[in-house]
């Protein structure tokens, strides 16, 4: 047992006869980190990516409410009247007229 902890401490089991197969399951586990590493960092940066989308979609919610209150209260008769006012434009005392085609 001790003998196989010091071959790997002092790394002679890669330059033994028959260390090829070593050699390959080397290769394979960095080969494996590598695509462990390159998948979290892709996570990582669609994590942010829906963070920031989120955050831009409450910002456009945001603003949509308010452009809406914004549309509401100008028409609102109240302030159609008062804007018409200014302009010397007056609401008409007639009733309109219904008119029929036959």
Do not use: Q
């Not at 829906?50 to 308010?66: A, G, T, W, Y």
């Not at 008409?92 to 036959?102: C, E, F, M, R």
């Amino acid at each position: 047992m001790s003998n196989n902890l010091k071959k790997i401490l002092l790394g002679t089991f890669l330059v033994e006869e028959g260390s090829y197969k070593n050699w390959r399951f080397i290769t394979f586990l960095f080969l494996l980190c590598l695509v462990m590493i390159f998948s979290s960092h892709s996570v990582d940066e669609k994590i942010i990516l829906i963070s920031d989308l989120k955050n831009e979609v409450s910002v456009l919610h945001s603003e949509f409410i308010d452009s809406r209150k914004k549309v509401m209260k100008l028409k609102m008769e109240t302030n159609v009247a008062d804007i018409m006012s200014d302009r010397k434009i007056k609401s008409s005392t007639n009733p309109p007229k219904k008119i029929i085609i036959n």
